[in-house]
T-cell receptor, first 108, second 112 residues
Framework: DAKTTQPNSMESNEEEPVHLPCNHSTISGTDYIHWYRQLPSQGPEYVIHGLTSNVNNRMASLAIAEDRKSSTLILHRATLRDAAVYYCILRSNNDMRFGAGTRLTVKP | DGGITQSPKYLFRKEGQNVTLSCEQNLNHDAMYWYRQDPGQGLRLIYYSQIVNDFQKGDIAEGYSVSREKKESFPLTVTSAQKNPTAFYLC???????????FGQGTRLTVV
């Protein structure tokens, strides 16, 4: 069973911020929260990951709730190239299971 | 350049034939994974390996087999027992759970 819950789809306007939510109410203390995105007919691409604290990198920011039962991927200024399926996954051992993800549409 | 390579990109086979998909990485990663993706769906875990000469079944291992004789290679065989093998197959590798995983560009298998 998938351990994360994400909306099936979201829309955003170009150059506006996007907040992609992920619920993981059964997260354990050793689970890392990872985000990947997948463009059509390509392999997924790593976006960001974190454990407890918020994280920033050149692609995005990851905001993790204090109880760790939810997280939000933040794209600060969406571009057309950000249109993809975004996956939120938990990793606590060396298996790596994906859910259905959120399909992000970016409108010009 | 370091990375993970899947070959071929497109593969066609006749029904009833076994076929082996290649996955090679030169990232010195211990863990490797195989996924299947059907149109409009997420990734489903077939097999994974944490170390050479060891591998575990994922959620949909029936009809598939793997080997891990070398750290850099994790081939997947789609056997004739797999009832619906036409799909997009993805391979990935990683060092640890707190590092990023790298994916290949996938192999699209069509069985006719």
């Amino acid at each position: 069973d998938a351990k994360t819950t994400q909306p099936n789809s979201m829309e955003s306007n170009e150059e506006e911020p996007v907040h992609l939510p992920c619920n993981h109410s059964t997260i354990s203390g050793t689970d890392y929260i990872h985000w990947y995105r997948q463009l059509p007919s390509q392999g997924p691409e790593y976006v960001i990951h974190g454990l407890t604290s918020n994280v920033n990198n050149r692609m995005a920011s990851l905001a993790i709730a204090e109880d760790r039962k939810s997280s939000t991927l933040i794209l600060h200024r969406a571009t057309l190239r950000d249109a993809a399926v975004y996956y939120c996954i938990l990793r606590s051992n060396n298996d790596m299971r994906f859910g259905a993800g959120t399909r992000l549409t970016v409108k010009p | 350049d370091g990375g993970i390579t899947q070959s071929p990109k497109y593969l066609f086979r006749k029904e009833g034939q076994n076929v082996t998909l290649s996955c090679e990485q030169n990232l010195n990663h211990d863990a490797m994974y195989w996924y299947r993706q059907d149109p409009g769906q997420g990734l489903r875990l077939i097999y994974y390996s944490q170390i050479v000469n060891d591998f575990q079944k994922g959620d949909i291992a029936e009809g598939y087999s793997v080997s891990r004789e070398k750290k850099e290679s994790f081939p997947l065989t789609v056997t004739s027992a797999q009832k619906n093998p036409t799909a997009f197959y993805l391979c990935a590798s990683s060092v640890r759970i707190n590092t990023e995983a790298f994916f290949g560009q996938g192999t699209r298998l069509t069985v006719v």
